[in-house]
């Protein structure tokens, strides 16, 4: 349950100084009205913007449609998801040899961590002279923590820097603050749009437990992040589905950057499965129409993981999928896949897209050995 007062304060605070947002400007955001995004766009009316809708698919006919609709309305602030962009590219989509764009200022991302290769490809293929900013925050602060600054240069694979008036930190396991080190993004006081409290939870236990278990008095969200020397973040996914073979803390995105480098490879999801006392990483991938996995085909994947991480990020098993369980906002959800193979139940599948999916989950004979 949020509160409007504080949620309207913080996203005019993130649409007028974080994104630039003007009232002459057209702002779009590719979401569904089940995502936190759908609020963001709605409040750019408080900015006096005009808000571009758009209700449909954003591959049909040939990938162009959004920017299609860029054009022709005149698009200055673009936002659309990780997931997105990567798929474009992959689709060969380079609206800046079809498309003018010319009202086209910020691109925004979000929804899952933003690859250093898809930063490439926007300033390359899309355009060179627009702010591409990757934000991140979440349903639960229907807000950011982390997001763009129209003052500071943009860095490749980096969210360029903390929210005004929000004071996140990275805390290490001990929960001491530290910089250009993984931890666990918290945020140390109070901001104006916490959730006022979960339906069904009188006495407030499970909002507690939800994220101030950890560190007393301290939100601690999920996210397996990293404050760099620039005061940037770089964000490797969520911190309860980060890895963990041999003792070594893996971020799932740190392998999905290198995946989904593979031209067969449309999507993928790594996962940890106990394993003879330890836990090992089983990755799985959803092919291109016509494409097996074969051995050569797992042979390349393996190297493009070898060779640009560590041998650790390489997973013990690869193993072809017919489709990825992902929630009604488009994220992929390693949780309920790591609860599937483990045999246990998924919580909440309410919240899923396509529930369906888990069942090419089960049971896998190739996870028995």
Not at 126 to 144: E, P, Q, Y
Not at 203 to 217: H, I, L, Q, T
Not at 233 to 245: F, H, Q
Request: glycine share 8%; net charge negative.
């Amino acid at each position: 349950m949020h509160g409007a007062g504080g949620t309207l304060i913080q996203h005019l605070k993130e649409l007028v100084l974080h994104t630039d947002l003007k009232r002459e400007d057209r702002l779009f955001y590719y979401t569904t009205c089940g995502w936190m995004m759908w609020n963001w766009l709605v409040s750019g009316l408080a900015v006096g913007a005009t808000l571009v809708l758009y209700d449909g698919s954003p591959s049909h006919p040939d990938g162009n449609a959004l920017w299609d609709l860029a054009d022709e309305v005149g698009i200055s602030v673009f936002g659309t998801s990780a997931k997105w962009i990567s798929a474009t590219e992959k689709a060969g989509v380079k609206p800046r040899e079809t498309h003018k764009l010319l009202q086209l200022k910020t691109i925004l991302s979000t929804g899952s961590p933003l690859a250093p290769e898809s930063y490439d490809y926007v300033y390359r293929d899309v355009k060179d002279r627009v702010l591409l900013a990757s934000i991140s925050g979440g349903t639960d602060i229907v807000s950011c923590f982390a997001l763009g600054n129209p003052l500071l240069p943009v860095y490749r694979g980096e969210l360029q820097c903390r929210g005004l008036g929000m004071k996140v930190e990275i805390l290490d396991e001990a929960g001491n603050s530290v910089r250009e080190e993984k931890g666990e993004l918290a945020c140390t006081a109070p901001f104006p749009s916490m959730p006022v409290f979960f339906w069904n939870d009188a006495d407030g236990e499970k909002y507690r437990k939800a994220y101030f278990s950890r560190v007393p008095n301290v939100w601690c969200h999920g996210d397996h992040a990293l404050l760099t020397e620039h005061e940037g973040l770089v964000i490797y996914g969520r911190s309860d589905a980060t890895l963990n073979p041999g003792g070594v803390r893996i971020g799932t995105a740190e392998i999905y950057r290198q995946v989904e480098q593979v031209p067969e490879v449309l999507e993928s999801i790594a996962v940890g499965q106990h394993w003879q006392g330890d836990e090992r990483v089983i990755l799985f991938v959803r092919l291109r129409e016509g494409a097996t996995l074969d051995d050569a085909l797992r042979t390349r994947i393996t190297k493009q993981i070898r060779d640009n991480t560590t041998p650790r990020h390489v997973p013990a098993k690869i193993i072809q999928i017919a489709d990825i369980p992902r929630t009604i906002s488009g994220k992929i959800t390693e949780i309920a896949v790591r609860d599937t193979i483990h045999g246990l139940p998924v919580k909440n599948t309410d919240a899923l897209a396509n529930p369906q999916a888990l069942a090419f989950y089960r049971a896998l004979p190739e996870l028995e050995a």
